[in-house]
């Protein structure tokens, strides 16, 4: 069983979303068995919270429904449980990055945008202070690196 963590600021908009995504191709490609995610944040300024309620009408209208609840990364047991420890920014990247316990924990970590499949860009960008569009772009981008994701876990 491969193991994905998905990692933003908040836990609150991108990670849930990415969480959501990628739940969906695993079940449309009948990987159950075999790939398992979940998601976090680097601070825990809404821990215990749901995704935001904007998100969470963006994310519906395109069929995904986010019922994450935010919790922080622990890097004491989440190192450990997962293969891939993926931020959605550069900046939850070196974030991770200062919570390695060492080099295995550090050879963990990606950039979402690594497994772009067809869009370019180099983050996530935060929706959290902007508008409409931002949560858009965050679900365009997440289904194109998703679906990257997959094909490298299947290949
Ligand atoms: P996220 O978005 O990291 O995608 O969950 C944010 C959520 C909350 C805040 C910033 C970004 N905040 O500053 O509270």
Known sequence: MKQ?????LGNICRSPSAEAVFNALIEKNGLDNEISCDS???AAYHAG??????MRQ???KRGYHLTSISRPVN????????DYIVGMDTQNVRDLQRMARNENDR?????????ASGLRYDSVPDPYYGGDAGFELVL???EDTCAGLIRKLQS
């Open 140 to 142: 365009d981008i997440l």
């Open 107 to 115: 050879k963990k970590i990606y950039l979402m945008t690594d497994f």
């Open 75 to 82: 890097p004491e047991t989440d190192f450990d449980r997962f």
């Open 49 to 54: 919270e749901p995704a935001d309620y904007r």
């Open 4 to 8: 994905i963590l998905f990692v933003c």
């Open 40 to 42: 976090a944040g680097t």
């Open 58 to 60: 963006f994310a519906k």
